[in-house]
C-alpha cells in the first residue's frame, strides 16, 4: 500500500500497470455524515438493489435508457453483471469504480470511466447517491475524493462529465468541485424517453491547485476527519 499524495491509500504497487487502482479514500465529513470511496464489493449488491428500485422516480429521469424494466435491471444477477464487468475493467485500467460509502454504510457508485492514457489521459466520471442523502453533501464529497485521486495516483490529467441541463442539483455538484461547463451536446443520450440535451462539464489537473478537497474544506463545504 502507497499513499496518495492527497488523502486515501492505493492498494498494491506503485509500479503497477494500473496506476491508481484499487483504492480507498477519504474519509471527510459531510452534512450526510462520514463520506468514503471504495472498490465495489459483490455483497454490495443487496444494497444496491434495494436502494436503486426505492429511488426509481430519483434516479431513472437522468440515467440513459438501457433495454428491460427498471426492475428487471436490478436483480441481484444483473448486479452480478454490472460488479464484473467493472471489475473487469478497473483490472484492466479502463475504469476507476467506486463504491459512495456514508457512515460505513453502501450509499451510491462513482465511477472514472473510458480512461485513456497516452497524449490524452482523460476519463469521464458518473455518480448517484440515495435519496436519503439528497442535498446531504455526499455526491459533492464524494467528486472531490475522486478527482484528486485521479488527478494525482491514477495520473489522469482531465475529467470530463454529462448532465442534462435540467439536473440542478447535479450541475451544483459539479461546480463546487471545480468542473467548468465547456458546451452543449444535442440530443446526445436518450434519457426518459426521448434524446436529451446534455451540457459538458470538465476540469483538468491546473485548476485543482493545491487540492479539490482542500477547496471544498477551506470554502466550508466538507471537513477532514
Same mark, same amino acid.
Given at each position: 500500500?502507497?499513499?496518495?499524495?492527497?488523502?486515501?491509500?492505493?492498494?498494491?504497487?506503485?509500479?503497477?500497470?494500473?496506476?491508481?487502482?484499487?483504492?480507498?479514500?477519504?474519509?471527510?465529513?459531510?452534512?450526510?455524515?462520514?463520506?468514503?470511496?471504495?472498490?465495489?464489493?459483490?455483497?454490495?449488491?443487496?444494497?444496491?438493489?434495494?436502494?436503486?428500485?426505492?429511488?426509481?422516480?430519483?434516479?431513472?429521469?437522468?440515467?440513459?435508457?438501457?433495454?428491460?424494466?427498471?426492475?428487471?435491471?436490478?436483480?441481484?444477477?444483473?448486479?452480478?453483471?454490472?460488479?464484473?464487468?467493472?471489475?473487469?475493467?478497473?483490472?484492466?485500467?479502463?475504469?476507476?469504480?467506486?463504491?459512495?460509502?456514508?457512515?460505513?454504510?453502501?450509499?451510491?457508485?462513482?465511477?472514472?470511466?473510458?480512461?485513456?492514457?497516452?497524449?490524452?489521459?482523460?476519463?469521464?466520471?458518473?455518480?448517484?447517491?440515495?435519496?436519503?442523502?439528497?442535498?446531504?453533501?455526499?455526491?459533492?464529497?464524494?467528486?472531490?475524493? #475522486?478527482?484528486?485521486?485521479?488527478?494525482?495516483?491514477?495520473?489522469?490529467?482531465?475529467?470530463?462529465?454529462?448532465?442534462?441541463?435540467?439536473?440542478?442539483?447535479?450541475?451544483?455538484?459539479?461546480?463546487?468541485?471545480?468542473?467548468?461547463?465547456?458546451?452543449?451536446?444535442?440530443?446526445?443520450?436518450?434519457?426518459?424517453?426521448?434524446?436529451?440535451?446534455?451540457?459538458?462539464?470538465?476540469?483538468?489537473?491546473?485548476?485543482?491547485?493545491?487540492?479539490?478537497? #482542500?477547496?471544498?474544506?477551506?470554502?466550508?463545504?466538507?471537513?477532514?476527519?
Amino acid at each position: 500500500m502507497y499513499p496518495d499524495a492527497r488523502g486515501g491509500s492505493v492498494i498494491g504497487s506503485a509500479e503497477s500497470g494500473h496506476p491508481g487502482w484499487p483504492a480507498r479514500l477519504g474519509p471527510v465529513r459531510a452534512r450526510a455524515g462520514v463520506v468514503a470511496l471504495r472498490p465495489l464489493w459483490l455483497r454490495d449488491g443487496a444494497a444496491w438493489r434495494r436502494i436503486r428500485l426505492d429511488d426509481r422516480d430519483h434516479l431513472e429521469q437522468w440515467e440513459p435508457s438501457t433495454p428491460g424494466s427498471w426492475k428487471q435491471r436490478h436483480t441481484l444477477t444483473s448486479w452480478w453483471t454490472q460488479w464484473w464487468s467493472l471489475r473487469s475493467l478497473a483490472r484492466r485500467g479502463q475504469c476507476l469504480p467506486f463504491a459512495i460509502t456514508v457512515d460505513g454504510a453502501f450509499g451510491g457508485q462513482l465511477t472514472i470511466g473510458n480512461v485513456v492514457r497516452s497524449a490524452l489521459c482523460s476519463g469521464w466520471v458518473g455518480y448517484w447517491v440515495a435519496s436519503g442523502y439528497a442535498s446531504g453533501g455526499v455526491a459533492t464529497a464524494a467528486l472531490g475524493l #475522486a478527482a484528486d485521486h485521479a488527478f494525482t495516483a491514477a495520473g489522469l490529467h482531465r475529467l470530463e462529465a454529462t448532465v442534462r441541463p435540467e439536473n440542478a442539483a447535479s450541475l451544483r455538484v459539479l461546480t463546487k468541485a471545480g468542473f467548468r461547463q465547456e458546451g452543449l451536446f444535442l440530443r446526445y443520450l436518450h434519457v426518459a424517453g426521448a434524446w436529451r440535451d446534455h451540457y459538458c462539464y470538465a476540469t483538468t489537473t491546473e485548476d485543482s491547485g493545491t487540492g479539490v478537497v #482542500a477547496g471544498m474544506v477551506a470554502a466550508g463545504l466538507i471537513d477532514r476527519e
